[in-house]
């Protein structure tokens, strides 16, 4: 089992361009949750979604975040423009029905200029 | 609205030393709670868990963590570190009336020194 692929695994990008942040997760999975981390605030609850349909999003911070999940294997996290208070780990998890275990990916490190 | 509080942002200690990590959390009804741990450039993984039962819970590595309900207390607990212990410890608690919703603690750094 590879577990929670995520790509990038670094973005550097300027202040006002797109940014997409993409998520494999671990195949059978069911639920796909996506959190933030920054020194400031830990590690945030965005977004997560259960079959492919989001859940809960109260934790996404404003409308210029989005995310979706075409299917079972796939999901993104965009954020459309990019501010330098974005910079943050981004991660992405999964789990299996009602386990509470979630397994999490490596991470993308989002640095924005 | 669920949150939690560690004790210690960071914490030095030597080989052999004992360990106890604080988490407090602030929910009044039915928890899940859970230590995770991150190693340096690795992915946080599960270190232990408590849905219901024995408060007293033991995890990998040698972990274990203690629940008390009148406390609102979930701290970890280890009675020898060693250097390769060296990671960041994150507490997160999971409200059963809140669905899948985890709310983690900012997190300990616990450096070992060898």
Known sequence: ?113 | AQSVSQHNHHVILSEAASLELGCNYSYGGTVNLFWYVQYPGQHLQLLLKYFSGDPLVKGIKGFEAEFIKSKFSFNLRKPSVQWSDTAEYFCAVNARNYGQNFVFGPGTRLSVLP
């Open chain 1, 1 to 113: 089992d590879a577990g929670v692929i995520q790509s990038p695994r670094h973005e550097v990008t300027e202040m006002g361009q797109e940014v997409t942040l993409r998520c494999k997760p671990i195949s059978g999975h069911d639920y796909l949750f996506w959190y933030r981390q920054t020194m400031m605030r830990g590690l945030e609850l965005l977004i997560y979604f259960n079959n492919n349909v989001p859940i809960d999003d109260s934790g996404m911070p404003e409308d210029r975040f989005s995310a979706k999940m075409p299917n079972a294997s796939f999901s993104t996290l965009k954020i459309q423009p990019s501010e330098p208070r974005d910079s943050a780990v981004y991660f992405c998890a999964s789990k299996l029905g009602t386990s509470y275990e979630q397994y999490f990916g490596p991470g993308t490190r989002l640095t924005v200029t």
